[in-house]
């Protein structure tokens, strides 16, 4: 499964007029502080008059304080993102700006919960039950996500091994714009944490608290 005029994150931001723009994990993301629901209401009512809006719109999320929009192209059971996204993306921009509004891409973040197990087929149909989730259409066999586009995504990993007691095990991951990840390990190592792995790092590196619970702060650099 393909998108037509797929582009990869970094495509996507290296294109001009998009620097308000960070690719996360689950899409590109930008925060337009409003200070105000009636000015967020605003910015939602001039994002949807934007022609050709409708047919390609974005997942748009309003708070007393300000908005959060995200793109990302969803065509044929694919994920990703096309040049339509990076349109999209400078004309919101420009609609935000008719309104004294900027998008600051240090304020966006998004989640992932990973069980995992030694067998993945043997853990999905629980949490697909428990949570009412439906398979992502591209990655089927690892990734659950919610039918209507609001709740923190799952990606079940394998493990090379269960726990000394039989067990699973369960962690998450912060998807970060690539320049506040450095920070965000210092932080979380300063606070306590320990570095478990960073093997793979800018893609992720992977944190413990001090009683072993991991959290994997990831970016998409180096990424397709």
């Known amino acids: 499964m393909s998108i037509d005029d797929g582009i990869s994150p970094a495509e996507f931001e290296a294109a001009a007029g998009v620097g308000e723009w960070s690719v996360l994990g689950d899409g590109a993301c930008s925060y337009f502080e409003t200070r105000s629901l009636a000015l967020g209401a605003r910015l939602v009512e001039a994002i949807a008059a934007i022609p050709g809006m409708e047919a390609h719109a974005p997942d748009i999320d309003v708070r007393p304080d300000g908005v959060t ?3 990302i192209t969803v065509e044929d059971g694919a994920y990703g993102f096309s040049r339509r996204d990076v349109e999209r993306a400078r ?6 700006r008719g309104l004294g509004l900027s998008g600051d891409r240090s304020r966006v973040q998004g989640l992932l919960v990973i069980p995992g197990g030694p067998d993945r087929a043997a853990i999905r149909p629980f949490w697909q039950a428990v949570l009412g989730y439906k398979p992502r259409a591209d990655e089927p066999e690892t990734d659950l996500v919610d039918p209507r586009n609001r709740g923190t995504a799952l990606w079940l990993e394998r493990m090379q091994a269960p726990r000394a007691d039989g067990g699973g095990a369960i962690h998450l991951a912060v998807w970060v714009p690539p320049e506040q990840a450095e920070a965000r390990v210092a932080a979380a190592l300063a606070a306590g944490g320990r570095l478990v792995r960073d093997d793979f790092a800018p893609s992720w590196w992977t ?3 001090a009683a072993g619970n991991e959290c994997d702060v990831a970016t998409t650099r180096e990424r397709r």
């Open 69 to 71: 929009v995200r793109l």
């Open 207 to 209: 944190l413990a608290d």
């Open 91 to 96: 004309r919101i921009s420009a609609a935000a």
